[in-house]
């Protein structure tokens, strides 16, 4: 499956281009570093065009059906969605 992917009863939550600047997808805890930071944010929106947001991220969630959002004070992004994300701080 492309974005998200239950492994044997754990739930390991996947990136789908997103990377951590080491080129490697980005799962869950790598996300959860951004917790309470500034960041710019990069992501494809519903129309496929790509988006920069600079938000202070102050959540990490999952929406059942939806599956993981960052919680932004601007907005809330799908991660699913993010090709990158950068600390401004």
């Known amino acids: 499956m492309g974005g998200m992917q239950e492994e ?5 939550l996947f990136l789908s281009g997103c990377t ?19 960041c710019n944010v990069t992501y ?8 920069n947001a600079i938000l202070h991220i102050h959540d990490l969630s999952f929406v059942p059906l939806y599956g993981a959002y960052l919680v932004g004070d601007i907005e809330d ?6 090709t990158a994300i950068k600390l401004i701080d």
Not at 8 to 12: I, M, N
Not at 23 to 30: K, L, Q, T, W, Y
Not at 77 to 82: A, K, N
């Open 77 to 82: 992004v799908c991660l699913d969605r993010v």
């Open 20 to 38: 951590t600047g080491g080129g490697r997808a980005m799962n869950i805890p790598d996300a959860k570093q951004y917790i309470g930071r500034n």
């Open 44 to 51: 494809k929106d519903r129309m496929g065009n790509i988006r």
């Open 8 to 12: 044997l009863g754990s739930l390991a």
